[in-house]
């Protein structure tokens, strides 16, 4: 069983849409995030959550919008794409925030997303 | 100043010898560090975590942290092949709702 699943895998479009990035886990974990690995591979956080509520909002465009319908699952979605927003999209998630081991965080196998 | 800093690589290092990964960081309230692996294509996965100074071993893994200092280390024994992928450094407070931050990576080839 995956502990932390994304869809989709892959995902081309084109410039001005609007798509959606889904992340389920099913580790019983209370928090999860969103990062973004750029070409270069510089892996930073975009949003977290724990138990539902939104405790990290990086500096992120307005036009990205995260949303947890229940503490397993964290979407992501993305409106009017831009060139820049091509990516790698990984989401984790960890036990809790209470600190050391608790907090060691578990990423999912990536959405590879290409704005053309 | 970049929060944590990583020699970006490639570090090349024959198979069998011991390959020495750095990272130092800038925040001294960081309490939790961690290493992860991540081969191309793939997701970061978790290889080592320190809190304390001193070092940690897991099996051919240790992981060295210097809080004084503000730098952690991972020594790799034996390097095998399989160890060829980017190792990053992770970094965060304890304080509650604090993010982790990562390095930008160090390339590591073994070379057989």
Redesign the interface.
Known sequence: DTAVSQTPKYLVTQMGNDKSIKCEQNLGHDTM?WYKQDS??????MF?Y?NKEL??N?TVPNRFSPKSPDKAHLNLHINSLELGDSAVY?CASSQD?S???K????????TRLLVL | QKEVEQNSGPLSVPEGAIASLNCTYSDRVS??F?WYR?YSG?????IM?I?SNGDKEDGRFTAQLNKASQYVSLLIRDSQPSDSA?Y?CAV?S?F??E????G??TRLTIIP
């Open positions: 995030y270069k591979k510089f892996l930073k956080i977290s724990n405790i990290i990086e990984f925030l600190g050391g081991a907090e060691t965080q578990y990423f999912g196998p990536g | 309490q939790s961690f991540q793939k997701s970061p996965e978790l975590s809190y980017t990053l965060k304890d509650g709702n993010k982790l931050t990562f930008t990576g």
